[in-house]
């Protein structure tokens, strides 16, 4: 059983930073993981994963050059680091986790990031 809680969401002005924290308690990260947005009368959106084995990344294009994920394998954590952030930027952020056979198999709650103008 795994657990993936994400914390650090919050409302900021444009051009301002955010850092999202996934956690992940029950077993160690594996596979992929990776991190999804929700704004609004919208579907859910890919933003960006990693490789857990090879620390390899993705983004996607809306949000290259402004967001960097990354992780801490010894605190088993995975975080975002959103910087000049917009207010198209604004939705639910969920953590996820999975493998390249299953896809996304589990996932956060999700963390409210909202971006004033």
């Known amino acids: 059983q795994v657990q993936l809680v994400e914390s650090g969401g919050g409302l900021v002005q444009a051009g301002g930073s955010l850092r999202l924290s996934c956690a992940a308690s029950g077993r160690t990260f594996s596979g992929f993981s990776g991190w999804f947005r929700q704004a609004p009368g919208k579907e859910r959106e890919f933003v960006a994963d990693?490789?857990?084995?090879?620390?390899?990344?993705r983004l996607a294009d809306s949000v290259k050059g402004r967001f960097t994920i990354s992780r801490d394998n010894a605190l088993n954590t995975m975080y975002l680091q959103m910087n000049s952030l917009k207010p198209e930027d604004t939705a639910v952020y969920y953590c996820?986790?999975?493998?390249?056979?299953?896809?996304?198999?589990?996932w956060g709650q999700g963390t409210q990031v909202t971006v004033s103008s």
């Open positions: 990693i490789n857990w084995s090879g620390g390899t990344t």
């Open positions: 996820a986790a999975g493998t390249n056979l299953e896809g996304y198999k589990y």
